[in-house]
Nanobody
């Protein structure tokens, strides 16, 4: 069982920055691929970023590449999503997810088996 708790969301003006944090339970966190996904009202949940167990490999959606950076601290069982140059279209609920299958980094939503409760990010124009 893995429990994920996100924090750091909020309201920010376009061009601003936020850092999301996800803290995970469990002693094998360092083995997992971790991902961030988001869901805007009326839209499907979509991939944002993912990071492998060591932090040496990251993947980003084209829409956030160059603006968002995902990182992890295995000693703290924590992953981060640094979001810069935010746009109104980044407004969504952001979810942290864990892929415990010890597989390569994936963008596929259905490969992630544990999810957090989500944190709201709102970007005003």
């Amino acid at each position: 069982q893995v429990v994920l708790v996100e924090s750091g969301g909020g309201l920010v003006q376009a061009g601003g920055s936020l850092r999301l944090t996800c803290v995970a339970s469990g002693r094998t966190f360092s083995r997992y691929t971790m991902g961030w996904f988001r869901q805007a009202p009326g839209k499907e949940r979509e991939f944002v970023a993912a990071i492998n167990w060591s932090g040496g490999t990251t993947r980003y959606a084209d829409s956030v590449k160059g603006r968002f950076t995902m990182s992890r601290d295995n000693a703290k069982n924590t992953v981060y999503l640094q979001m810069n140059s935010l746009k109104p279209e980044d407004t969504a609920v952001y979810y942290c997810a864990a892929d415990t299958s010890i597989a390569p980094v994936t963008r596929q939503l259905n490969e992630y088996d544990y999810w957090g409760q989500g944190t709201q990010v709102t970007v005003s124009s």
